[in-house]
T-cell receptor
Framework: ETGVTQSPTHLIKTRGQQVTLRCSSQSGHNTVSWYQQALGQGPQFIFQYYREEENGRGNFPPRFSGLQFPNYSSELNVNALELDDSALYLC????????????FGSGTRLTVV | SQQGEEDPQALSIQEGENATMNCSYKTSINNLQWYRQNSGRGLVHLILIRSNEREKHSGRLRVTLDTSKKSSSLLITASRAADTASYFCATALQGAQKLVFGQGTRLTINP
Protein backbone atom coordinates (compact mmCIF):
# COMPACT_ATOMS: atom_id res chain seq x y z
CA GLU A 1 0.00 0.00 0.00
CA THR A 2 2.74 2.46 0.94
CA GLY A 3 5.00 1.58 -1.98
CA VAL A 4 7.99 1.24 0.34
CA THR A 5 8.73 -2.22 1.66
CA GLN A 6 11.11 -3.00 4.51
CA SER A 7 12.50 -6.33 5.60
CA PRO A 8 12.60 -7.97 7.99
CA THR A 9 9.77 -6.61 10.12
CA HIS A 10 11.34 -7.80 13.36
CA LEU A 11 14.87 -8.82 14.23
CA ILE A 12 16.72 -9.84 17.38
CA LYS A 13 20.51 -9.58 17.45
CA THR A 14 23.19 -9.94 20.08
CA ARG A 15 25.39 -7.08 21.18
CA GLY A 16 28.50 -6.88 19.02
CA GLN A 17 26.90 -8.47 15.99
CA GLN A 18 26.28 -6.84 12.64
CA VAL A 19 22.90 -6.32 10.97
CA THR A 20 21.64 -5.42 7.52
CA LEU A 21 18.21 -3.93 7.05
CA ARG A 22 16.64 -3.69 3.62
CA CYS A 23 14.29 -1.29 1.90
CA SER A 24 12.61 -1.39 -1.48
CA SER A 25 11.44 2.01 -2.67
CA GLN A 26 8.90 3.03 -5.26
CA SER A 27 10.09 3.08 -8.83
CA GLY A 28 11.37 6.53 -9.74
CA HIS A 29 12.11 7.50 -6.14
CA ASN A 30 15.76 8.48 -6.38
CA THR A 31 16.04 9.68 -2.80
CA VAL A 32 16.02 7.33 0.18
CA SER A 33 16.45 8.27 3.81
CA TRP A 34 16.84 6.17 6.93
CA TYR A 35 15.58 7.10 10.37
CA GLN A 36 15.97 5.59 13.82
CA GLN A 37 13.04 5.83 16.19
CA ALA A 38 13.57 4.88 19.82
CA LEU A 39 10.53 3.94 21.88
CA GLY A 40 8.43 6.96 22.72
CA GLN A 41 10.57 9.31 20.63
CA GLY A 42 10.34 10.92 17.24
CA PRO A 43 12.39 9.57 14.33
CA GLN A 44 16.03 10.68 14.12
CA PHE A 45 17.69 11.17 10.74
CA ILE A 46 20.54 8.72 10.07
CA PHE A 47 21.47 9.49 6.45
CA GLN A 48 20.11 10.08 2.97
CA TYR A 49 21.10 8.82 -0.47
CA TYR A 50 20.35 10.36 -3.84
CA ARG A 51 21.13 8.37 -6.98
CA GLU A 52 23.41 6.01 -5.01
CA GLU A 53 25.45 8.78 -3.38
CA GLU A 54 25.18 9.82 0.26
CA ASN A 55 24.06 13.45 0.36
CA GLY A 56 23.28 13.98 4.02
CA ARG A 57 24.12 12.41 7.34
CA GLY A 58 22.84 12.84 10.86
CA ASN A 59 24.65 12.51 14.14
CA PHE A 60 25.33 8.78 13.96
CA PRO A 61 28.72 7.04 14.23
CA PRO A 62 30.46 5.48 11.21
CA ARG A 63 29.34 1.99 12.22
CA PHE A 64 26.02 3.03 10.66
CA SER A 65 26.48 2.78 6.91
CA GLY A 66 24.28 2.46 3.88
CA LEU A 67 24.00 1.60 0.24
CA GLN A 68 21.53 2.52 -2.46
CA PHE A 69 21.20 0.43 -5.61
CA PRO A 70 20.03 1.33 -9.13
CA ASN A 71 16.89 -0.78 -8.72
CA TYR A 72 15.55 1.58 -6.00
CA SER A 73 16.50 -0.76 -3.19
CA SER A 74 18.74 0.23 -0.30
CA GLU A 75 20.41 -1.14 2.80
CA LEU A 76 21.23 0.08 6.26
CA ASN A 77 24.16 -1.71 7.88
CA VAL A 78 25.01 -1.43 11.54
CA ASN A 79 28.24 -2.92 12.89
CA ALA A 80 29.18 -3.71 16.47
CA LEU A 81 25.61 -3.50 17.71
CA GLU A 82 24.98 -1.85 21.05
CA LEU A 83 21.97 -2.20 23.33
CA ASP A 84 20.99 1.41 22.55
CA ASP A 85 20.64 0.49 18.88
CA SER A 86 17.35 -1.20 19.76
CA ALA A 87 14.75 0.83 17.89
CA LEU A 88 12.38 0.99 14.96
CA TYR A 89 14.30 1.72 11.76
CA LEU A 90 12.34 3.53 9.10
CA CYS A 91 13.11 3.89 5.43
CA UNK A 92 11.57 6.75 3.46
CA UNK A 93 11.74 7.53 -0.23
CA UNK A 94 11.04 10.59 -2.33
CA UNK A 95 10.98 11.20 -6.09
CA UNK A 96 13.11 14.33 -5.89
CA UNK A 97 16.44 15.28 -4.38
CA UNK A 98 14.98 17.89 -2.07
CA UNK A 99 12.50 15.43 -0.65
CA UNK A 100 9.43 17.56 -0.28
CA UNK A 101 7.29 14.60 0.57
CA UNK A 102 8.42 11.23 1.77
CA UNK A 103 6.73 7.86 1.67
CA PHE A 104 7.68 5.78 4.68
CA GLY A 105 7.90 2.04 5.02
CA SER A 106 6.45 0.17 7.98
CA GLY A 107 9.84 -0.18 9.59
CA THR A 108 12.06 -2.87 11.03
CA ARG A 109 11.92 -3.40 14.78
CA LEU A 110 15.47 -4.24 15.91
CA THR A 111 16.08 -5.58 19.39
CA VAL A 112 19.67 -5.92 20.61
CA VAL A 113 20.15 -8.21 23.59
CA SER B 1 18.41 17.58 20.20
CA GLN B 2 15.21 17.63 18.23
CA GLN B 3 14.12 20.66 16.28
CA GLY B 4 10.46 20.41 17.09
CA GLU B 5 8.61 20.22 20.33
CA GLU B 6 5.02 19.14 20.40
CA ASP B 7 2.34 19.98 22.82
CA PRO B 8 0.60 18.25 24.42
CA GLN B 9 2.56 15.01 24.69
CA ALA B 10 -0.71 13.14 25.14
CA LEU B 11 -4.32 14.05 24.42
CA SER B 12 -7.47 12.07 25.16
CA ILE B 13 -10.87 13.26 23.88
CA GLN B 14 -14.31 11.91 23.12
CA GLU B 15 -15.28 10.84 19.64
CA GLY B 16 -16.78 13.74 17.72
CA GLU B 17 -14.74 16.40 19.50
CA ASN B 18 -11.99 18.39 17.85
CA ALA B 19 -8.32 17.70 18.58
CA THR B 20 -5.63 20.35 18.42
CA MET B 21 -1.91 19.65 18.53
CA ASN B 22 0.85 22.22 18.49
CA CYS B 23 4.41 22.16 17.25
CA SER B 24 7.22 24.62 17.81
CA TYR B 25 10.57 24.69 16.03
CA LYS B 26 13.81 26.58 16.26
CA THR B 27 15.32 27.42 12.87
CA SER B 28 14.18 28.63 9.45
CA ILE B 29 12.33 26.05 7.42
CA ASN B 30 11.37 25.30 3.83
CA ASN B 31 8.22 23.52 4.85
CA LEU B 32 6.57 21.76 7.77
CA GLN B 33 4.87 18.41 7.50
CA TRP B 34 2.55 16.42 9.73
CA TYR B 35 2.64 12.63 9.94
CA ARG B 36 0.53 10.01 11.69
CA GLN B 37 1.90 6.79 13.16
CA ASN B 38 -0.22 3.88 14.31
CA SER B 39 1.11 1.53 16.97
CA GLY B 40 4.79 2.25 16.36
CA ARG B 41 4.69 1.32 12.69
CA GLY B 42 5.34 3.39 9.58
CA LEU B 43 4.62 7.07 9.25
CA VAL B 44 1.79 8.27 7.03
CA HIS B 45 2.12 11.71 5.47
CA LEU B 46 -0.88 13.89 6.28
CA ILE B 47 -0.20 17.38 5.03
CA LEU B 48 2.63 19.71 4.00
CA ILE B 49 2.59 23.47 4.47
CA ARG B 50 5.21 25.67 2.87
CA SER B 51 6.97 28.44 4.75
CA ASN B 52 5.11 31.09 2.73
CA GLU B 53 1.70 29.59 3.52
CA ARG B 54 -0.32 30.34 6.64
CA GLU B 55 -3.12 27.81 6.53
CA LYS B 56 -3.94 24.63 4.70
CA HIS B 57 -6.88 22.23 4.72
CA SER B 58 -7.22 18.57 3.81
CA GLY B 59 -10.52 16.89 4.61
CA ARG B 60 -10.96 17.06 8.40
CA LEU B 61 -7.44 18.40 8.87
CA ARG B 62 -6.51 22.03 9.22
CA VAL B 63 -2.90 23.13 9.61
CA THR B 64 -1.68 26.60 10.44
CA LEU B 65 1.84 27.93 10.31
CA ASP B 66 3.17 31.04 12.04
CA THR B 67 6.78 31.56 10.96
CA SER B 68 7.18 34.62 13.19
CA LYS B 69 6.47 32.45 16.23
CA LYS B 70 8.03 29.35 14.68
CA SER B 71 4.97 27.32 15.46
CA SER B 72 2.33 25.21 13.76
CA SER B 73 -0.91 23.60 14.80
CA LEU B 74 -2.84 20.61 13.53
CA LEU B 75 -6.59 20.55 14.05
CA ILE B 76 -8.57 17.37 13.50
CA THR B 77 -12.29 18.07 13.42
CA ALA B 78 -15.07 15.64 14.28
CA SER B 79 -12.61 13.05 15.59
CA ARG B 80 -13.16 9.33 15.07
CA ALA B 81 -11.85 6.29 16.91
CA ALA B 82 -9.66 5.56 13.87
CA ASP B 83 -7.81 8.84 14.47
CA THR B 84 -6.19 7.28 17.55
CA ALA B 85 -2.47 7.42 16.78
CA SER B 86 0.70 9.40 17.40
CA TYR B 87 1.07 12.60 15.41
CA PHE B 88 4.43 14.11 14.52
CA CYS B 89 5.42 17.40 13.02
CA ALA B 90 8.53 17.41 10.87
CA THR B 91 10.42 20.37 9.56
CA ALA B 92 12.38 20.47 6.31
CA LEU B 93 15.21 22.83 7.07
CA GLN B 94 16.64 25.26 4.57
CA GLY B 95 19.74 23.78 2.94
CA ALA B 96 19.43 20.44 4.72
CA GLN B 97 18.61 17.09 3.23
CA LYS B 98 16.51 15.74 6.05
CA LEU B 99 13.31 16.00 8.06
CA VAL B 100 13.60 16.88 11.72
CA PHE B 101 10.83 15.40 13.83
CA GLY B 102 9.30 16.40 17.11
CA GLN B 103 8.61 13.88 19.85
CA GLY B 104 4.97 13.56 18.88
CA THR B 105 1.54 13.80 20.44
CA ARG B 106 -0.26 10.60 21.40
CA LEU B 107 -3.91 11.11 20.56
CA THR B 108 -6.58 8.80 21.98
CA ILE B 109 -10.17 9.05 20.80
CA ASN B 110 -12.61 7.50 23.23
CA PRO B 111 -15.83 6.05 21.79
Amino acid sequence: ETGVTQSPTHLIKTRGQQVTLRCSSQSGHNTVSWYQQALGQGPQFIFQYYREEENGRGNFPPRFSGLQFPNYSSELNVNALELDDSALYLCASSPDEGGRRYTFGSGTRLTVV
Amino acid sequence: SQQGEEDPQALSIQEGENATMNCSYKTSINNLQWYRQNSGRGLVHLILIRSNEREKHSGRLRVTLDTSKKSSSLLITASRAADTASYFCATALQGAQKLVFGQGTRLTINP
